[in-house]
């Protein structure tokens, strides 16, 4: 089942923060977070495990929890090479290794 | 390490028509995804392979799509007849699973038009 994002599209100035959520009705064994630019394949940000975790990349940071079955990607101070469509991937407690995205979320960071 | 190969990078097609599209994974990745993705949207998966054998094509079109992994390394993903619905990337993706995550690889794509 694909996972809900929120918001769907993300207006910043440069400097600003964001978060976006990644929510899943099926219980997850991980959660990957991937960014695409336009014309461009997605490339991989990071991969949050059962367990409840939280990870950085940067001042790009996720958490992850598990009883909700939900994530938070968080960009801090935003660059304008922050812009582009962020991705969540949702791969299940059934260990198929199938990953399901959602819809993305565009961010879109001025100057 | 060298990426996920795709080719052809764009293809432009007349509707009923047939194309083919190839994906070499990064070497030693057993797992190997074909998404689509159409404009504005998330990459659906459409079919993943562990070595040759297949895993989950639920969200195939099989009417009208094929894919195989012969020798389970390198994959071609078919459409016979195209329709004007199949408009869009066509991505691949490679993973070397493990126990504790997948992360997925992608290639660059393939953009399909259908006119």
């Known amino acids: 089942q694909q996972p809900v994002q929120s918001p769907q599209a993300v207006i910043l100035r440069e400097g600003e923060d964001a978060v976006i959520n990644c929510s899943s009705s099926?219980?997850?064994?991980?959660v990957h977070w991937y960014r695409q630019k336009h014309g461009e394949a997605p490339v991989f940000l990071m991969i949050?495990?059962?367990?409840?975790e939280q990870k950085g990349h940067e001042k790009i940071s996720a958490s992850f929890n598990e009883k909700k079955q939900q994530s938070s990607l968080y960009l801090t101070a935003s660059q304008l090479s922050y812009s582009g469509t962020y991705f969540c991937g949702t791969e299940t407690v059934d260990r198929d290794d199938k990953i399901i995205f959602g819809k993305g979320t565009r961010l879109h960071i001025l100057p | 390490e060298a990426g996920v190969a795709q080719s052809p990078r764009y293809k432009i097609i007349e509707k009923r028509q047939s194309v083919a599209f190839w994906c070499n994974p990064i070497?030693?990745?057993?797992?190997l995804y074909w998404y689509q993705q159409i404009l504005g949207q998330g990459p659906k998966l459409l079919i993943q392979f562990q070595n040759n054998g297949v895993v989950d094509d639920s969200q195939l079109p099989k009417d009208r799509f094929s894919a195989e992994r012969l020798k389970g390394v390198d994959s071609t993903l078919k459409i016979q007849p195209a329709k004007l619905e199949d408009s869009a990337v066509y991505l691949c993706?490679?993973?070397?699973?493990?126990?504790?995550?997948?992360?997925?690889?992608f290639g660059q794509g393939t953009r399909l038009t259908v006119v």
């Open positions: 949050l495990l059962k367990g409840g």
């Open positions: 070497s030693g990745h057993a797992t």
């Open positions: 099926k219980a997850l064994y991980s």
């Open positions: 993706a490679s993973s070397r699973p493990d126990t504790s995550n997948t992360e997925a690889f």
